[in-house]
């Protein structure tokens, strides 16, 4: 687990979209991401408001009224709010399928997501489709998009774990410029055995955080905001413990609290 300043690695990383996602957590005093799991238009565009979220979290398949009102007020938001977006995709398909889900098609993603994130379980053919879609000359955002494997989960039972895990950290290792880093409960730098260089710089977001519970009825587990930074996550990542609280921006406050306190805590210099 990474143990310097945001600001440190924001100035070490090479990518300018990690750069970019480590300038605003510097800014915003902030590694708190939103999971926006909202299924209309407007409360969507109305959770994103509010000084304390450095990357806001979509599930856009859930928006019923999905429209170009969509696109462009998570676009304006992001802007003026400045946050990044995370589409929560999870894409798992061969290579040729995932090219059209996050470029065109209904959704669109490539447009507006700055992040996404994908299953490698049918190999690696998916890493290499989507950094040849970000990678063609045509794509015009390509230094504003990146992808998150995701490489551990938080439901119970759940198999992405060992070798598993292990795959998917050699699967980012190969493809930096595009693979930015992992969904993952931990960090993984010592999951897998490794000849790079030592100042490779992964992202780690952590699902599952909860400051008021332990899990839901469905196998969701949940650790606290402080817990999971401590065990290597970089950004937090809660849903209902905000959106469903009963005073949501106090929430989000307090979680963005929790979050970045620890995070300092962890890269403090002796
Ligand atoms: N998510 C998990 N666990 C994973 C991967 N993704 O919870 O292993 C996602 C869910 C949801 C959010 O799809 O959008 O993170 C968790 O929401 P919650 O905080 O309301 O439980």
Redesign the pocket.
């Known amino acids: 687990k990474s143990s310097l300043t945001s600001a440190k690695r924001g100035e070490l990383n090479t990518h300018p979209l990690v750069k970019r996602l480590f300038d605003i957590a510097e800014t915003k005093l902030s590694n708190l991401v939103i999971?926006a799991?909202l299924t209309d238009t407007r409360s969507l565009l109305e959770c994103a408001r509010g000084p304390y979220i450095a990357v806001f979290?979509t599930?856009i398949d859930l928006v019923s009224d999905f429209s170009e009102d969509t696109v462009q007020g998570l676009k304006e938001i992001s802007k003026e709010h400045n946050f990044l977006i995370f589409e929560?995709r999870?894409l798992v398909d061969i290579g040729h399928t995932v090219q059209k889900q996050y470029h065109g098609g209904s959704l669109r993603i490539s447009e507006w997501a700055h992040i996404v994130n994908l299953s490698v379980l049918g190999g690696d053919g998916i890493v290499e489709a989507l950094t040849q879609t970000i990678e063609d000359p045509g794509f015009t955002h390509r230094d504003e998009r990146g992808f998150l494997i995701?490489a551990?989960?938080?439901?119970r039972g759940?198999l992405?774990t060992g070798s598993y895990t292990e795959k998917c950290v050699e699967m980012v290792r190969k493809c930096p410029r595009s693979m930015i880093g992992f969904?993952a409960t931990q960090a993984l730098g010592d999951v897998a055995p490794s000849d790079a260089s030592s100042d490779e710089d992964f992202v780690i977001f952590t699902?599952?955080?909860?400051m008021a519970s332990k899990g839901?009825k469905l196998g969701?587990q949940?650790q606290t905001p402080a817990a999971a930074v401590r065990r290597g996550a970089d950004f937090v990542?809660?849903?209902?413990?905000i959106y469903?609280a009963a005073d949501p921006v106090e929430a989000a406050k307090a979680y963005q609290k929790d979050g970045w306190d620890a995070y300092r805590e962890r890269t403090k210099s002796i």
């Not at 551990?152 to 439901?155: I, W």
């Not at 699902?207 to 909860?210: A, F, K, Q, R, S």
């Not at 990542?237 to 413990?241: L, M």
Request: glycine residues 14%.
């Open positions: 999971s799991d979290k599930h929560d999870k995701l551990e989960m938080t439901s759940n992405a969904v699902t599952g955080i909860n839901d969701q949940y990542i809660a849903g209902r413990g469903g």
